[in-house]
């Protein structure tokens, strides 16, 4: 009878630990090609801060968090940006809005796993946009990639010029979002105006992890 009540609470437990505030979701492969090139991304590439009421996709979520972060060699563990002596110091979030099957919150991306692990249940674009000095793409975008970094990762080995690596390469990511975005027929505009410790409290960052740039996602 023990056995039973304790197989019956755990196929009740049982979905709610599978989607709770843990929720795991695999991303579908990002594509290696498209009809793009890279000069044509790069000659086209414009901010943008308008965008369609339409949501995104899965599928579109992972080719900007590959690009963003991705691993591009897994023997090597190298991933699609540059970072000095590959200690990779930068963490990627994505605040979800509107995307087809999946649920608003707030995303982590595991690079290793190309998944995402949910941080925080619900719609959180309106508390990111009031952190962010209310600008309105912000609260319009389906979706805003934060990049953060965990500048101690790079100090530790390169010293005070280690804070000058880590800047640098939340560039490279940016910019390969950017042109990732372009190649999607999506826009996008980074934004590094906001309040830090705002930002902080929106996506519950651990101590020692600095948010860089908040980048609104759309079509345009």
Not at 11 to 24: R, T
Not at 55 to 61: C, F, H, K, N
Not at 71 to 83: L, W, Y
Request: proline share 5%; with cysteine; aromatic share 8%.
């Amino acid at each position: 009878m023990k056995i039973f009540i304790f197989l019956l609470i755990s196929l009740v437990l049982l979905p709610i630990l599978a989607y709770g505030e843990d929720k795991i979701v695999r991303l579908p492969q990002p594509r290696f090609s498209s009809n793009t090139s890279v000069e044509e991304a790069i000659l086209k590439r414009r901010s943008v801060r308008e965008y369609k009421d339409e949501p995104l996709t899965i599928l579109e979520i992972s080719q900007i968090l590959w690009s963003a972060q991705g691993i591009t060699d897994k023997r090597m563990g190298f991933r699609s940006t540059p970072s000095a002596g590959a200690l990779y110091p930068l963490e990627i979030y994505v605040v979800v809005g509107r995307v087809k099957d999946l649920e608003p919150g707030i995303y982590k991306y595991r690079p290793e796993k190309h998944d995402i692990v949910l941080v925080s249940s619900g719609d959180k674009r309106i508390d990111l946009y009031r952190v962010s000095l209310m600008q309105d793409c912000i609260r319009r975008a389906p979706i805003a990639v934060v990049i953060s970094a965990v500048f101690e990762r790079t100090t530790r080995k390169y010293g005070e010029r280690g804070i000058r690596y880590v800047y640098m390469e939340a560039g490279h990511s940016a910019q390969n979002i950017y042109l990732q975005c372009e190649a999607l027929g999506l826009g996008t505009v980074v934004i590094g105006a906001f309040d830090d410790e705002g930002v902080k409290r929106v996506l519950n960052l651990e101590r020692g992890e600095n948010p860089l740039y908040v980048i609104p996602i759309g079509r345009k």
